[in-house]
């Protein structure tokens, strides 16, 4: 069976991992997930510094590439967490809000749009969770990754606001583990797991605490014995790739056991049969050779 | 310990944020706060939530747009005083008066110019490494966001 999604890229996904892009596109079919692309949509916007700007643009911006969904009669998927968070609460406020959806349809008239509320807004995650199911998703796996150790990082925004994702819970995350389990690889516990990356003080300014911030984590990995790290999140990937060699220039510790990043969509695609090669482990900063037993 | 006077009656937080106002200062959300664990000048006695909302002009400081809307203070705060909506209001009044990183508004003339935070231009460089299509700009997504912008009253301001 195969589910239809209507793929909203983000700003992120396109300019710096443009490799999650190509292959979400020719993997995620092989599980049952069709993407459809669109080049209609703008940002989400970022619910960091653009909601912070102007919370009625963010609103009305975010119901307008909802709206092209509604038209053609699509849910979304996206494959990161701040496009996530934006479009669902956007959604989901819109579609509650009586008040505020006639705000958002009084800005979208003078573009020709109105927010109607009747498609749904999923995270690549959610999908498997909800539609695939990761039994079925472990059939369909093809080259186990077993013995592959993985510390899993849901990311925050698609913890919070739970009452609106109800994805997760937000203090003790699983379904990350499970999915790594689920495509024969082992997950691994540690203390920070929940945790901020801490790429929004790089972006306002303060590389010293982004660097304190994402040792913390990357400590507590080395400690779980953690051979790779698994994101499903633009910023936090990068965060944990570039922003790891940034902080191990501050952290000695981080240069002697450097763990690699892999996107979901990565490690999913290792799992389904592709190489380091093919995944575009090339274009990562931090890239030590890793051997899977195949 | 010190003691948090929250300047009610002189700053404009409560007027939006009323569930703010049973905040009895106990620091829980400061022990799971990423910006006052990392940040050097913060720490759980003299935390980011207790300077902004102590501040005479909270949203003049820098620091409030540090705050990266992961809700940890919302999740653990045993009175549901919502911190984050707080800031987030803040960040609006920042903007509204210059007062925001120059970061914040470069990535706002950015993104009304190609409908993306980031350069068009720069990205099919990393996209053409990568083996994929180029990008192109959507004249008409460009105009749409525009007339939104206006709406919203997103100006241009002079980058501070």
């Known amino acids: ?129 909800e539609d695939i199911g990761l039994d079925h998703l472990k059939k369909m796996v093809k080259t186990p990754l077993t013995g592959l150790k993985v510390a899993g990082h849901p990311g925050c925004h698609l913890l919070m606001p739970n009452e609106i994702l109800q994805f997760d819970n937000p203090v003790d995350p699983e379904f990350y583990d499970q999915y790594i389990e689920a495509l024969g690889a082992t997950p691994v516990d540690y203390l920070t797991k929940a945790d901020c990356c801490g790429v929004s003080l790089a972006l306002a300014g303060d590389k010293e605490a982004s660097n304190r911030c994402v040792k913390t984590k990357l400590i507590d990995m080395q400690l779980s014995g953690a051979q790779l790290i698994s994101t499903a999140c633009p910023s936090c990937f990068n965060q944990f790739d570039s922003g790891q060699l940034m902080a191990s220039r501050d952290y000695p510790q981080l240069k002697e056991k450097p763990i690699p990043v892999l996107y979901g969509v990565e490690l999913l695609a290792l799992a389904m049969g592709r190489s380091f090669e093919d995944i575009g482990y090339n274009l990562h900063r931090v890239k030590i050779p890793i051997k899977i037993k195949r | 310990m010190k003691v948090l006077r929250v300047k009610y009656e002189r700053n404009e937080i409560t007027k939006k944020n009323k569930a703010i106002e049973v905040c009895f200062k106990c620091s829980t959300c400061s022990k799971f706060c990423p910006v006052t664990l990392h940040v050097a000048k913060y720490n759980l006695e003299d935390s980011f939530i207790a300077q902004l909302f102590e501040a005479e002009k909270p949203e003049a400081l820098n620091d409030v747009w540090m705050c990266c809307a992961c809700e940890k203070c919302v999740i653990t705060c045993p009175q549901d005083a919502n911190p984050t909506e707080v800031f987030t209001n803040l960040k609006e009044k920042s903007y509204q008066e210059g007062l925001a ?60």
């Open chain 1, 1 to 129: 069976m195969m589910f239809n999604y209507l793929f909203f890229k983000g700003c992120t996904i396109p300019a710096s991992l443009p490799n999650v892009e190509k292959l979400a596109l020719e993997v995620l079919p092989e599980i049952g997930i069709n993407l459809i692309e669109s080049d209609e949509f703008t940002c989400c916007p970022d619910p960091i510094r653009l909601q912070g700007a102007n919370q009625y643009f963010w609103i009305s911006t975010a119901a307008r590439n909802i709206t092209i969904a509604e038209e053609k009669k699509l849910n979304i998927m996206t494959l990161c967490n701040g496009c996530e968070n934006t479009l669902a609460i956007v959604n989901h406020k819109l579609k509650n809000n009586p008040a505020l959806k006639k705000t958002a349809n009084e800005a979208l008239k003078n573009i020709g749009r109105e927010f109607k509320g009747t498609i749904k807004i999923r995270h690549f995650l959610q999908v498997l969770k």
């Open chain 2, 101 to 160: 990183p120059s970061i914040v508004y470069r990535i706002v003339e950015q993104l009304l110019q190609e409908s993306t935070v980031y350069s068009i231009k720069f990205a099919n460089m990393i996209r053409k490494r990568a083996g994929l299509k180029e990008v192109k700009k959507n004249e008409k997504a460009v105009k749409e966001l525009n007339v939104l912008a206006e709406k919203a009253g997103l100006e241009r301001k002079e980058v501070n």
